[in-house]
């Protein structure tokens, strides 16, 4: 029973390349959220996706920066032309409905833009 | 974006020694969880609190969420070096796009030392 499967892990990217993150939600689960990670920052919340629907992408900035959950595969978190500041640990987490209970994250992403 | 406040930031402690941590806010949740989380891994949920003034054990853990929902702490019984990560608290509100927005506060960072 595998929970939520996030890849790559690691990911270094040059100034201006595209960033893939992909994640697989746990089985059972349609919710997908995805965060970012900064040091003394905490988790920021960017998007909440249901599959083929993007629910709330309120936190996610509007430039360079997509999410998808396609009917079939995992969600993607796509940031294009990548920036030093976009460096960060990226989670992606499930559930199984929208009551909030828990998610249940995976491992990360760990982006390093050079 | 509800804040929520934790503290301490940092805590160091050697094993045997009983420690509790708090996570405070100005706003109302609906449900108030806490996650620990290790180097280089996502967060793992600990506990979900739903009702103002409930108390939840998980072994050496005692988690209250206030009665007016908008506190809550976690409190250690003899720590052991095992207990050592980040702790997180994410208090979940109802928003009228998503259902249910998750914020984190920044953490707690507990190291316990034999």
């Known amino acids: 029973n595998a929970g939520v499967m996030q890849n790559p892990r690691h990911l270094v990217r040059r100034r201006g390349q595209e960033a893939r993150l992909r994640c697989s939600p746990m089985?059972?689960?349609?919710?997908v959220y995805w965060y970012r990670q900064l040091p003394e920052e905490g988790l920021k919340f960017m998007v909440y996706?249901?599959?083929?629907?993007?629910?709330?992408e309120s936190g996610m900035p509007k430039e360079r920066f997509s999410a998808e959950f396609p009917k079939e595969g995992p969600s993607i978190l796509r940031i294009q032309q990548v920036v030093r500041g976009d460096s960060a640990a990226y989670f992606c987490?499930?559930?199984?409905?929208?009551?909030?209970?828990?998610?249940?994250f995976g491992s990360g992403t760990r982006l390093t833009v050079v | 974006t509800q804040l929520l406040e934790q503290s301490p930031q940092f805590l160091s402690i050697q094993e045997g020694e009983n420690l509790t941590v708090y996570c405070n806010s100005s706003s109302v949740f609906s449900s108030l969880q806490w996650y620990r989380q290790e180097p280089g891994e996502g967060p793992v949920l600990l506990v979900t609190?739903?009702?103002?003034?409930e108390v939840k054990k998980l072994k050496r853990l005692t988690f209250q969420f206030g009665d007016a929902r908008k506190d809550s702490s976690l409190h250690i019984t003899a720590a052991q070096p095992g207990d050592t990560g980040l702790y997180l608290c994410?208090?979940?509100?109802?928003?009228?796009?998503?259902?249910?927005?998750?914020?984190f506060g920044k953490g707690t960072s507990l190291l316990v030392t034999p």
């Open positions: 609190v739903v009702t103002g003034g």
């Open positions: 996706l249901q599959k083929e629907n993007i629910i709330d």
């Open positions: 987490a499930s559930s199984p409905t929208t009551e909030n209970y828990g998610y249940t």
């Open positions: 089985k059972g689960h349609s919710h």
């Open positions: 994410a208090g979940a509100s109802r928003n009228s796009n998503s259902g249910y927005a998750l914020n």
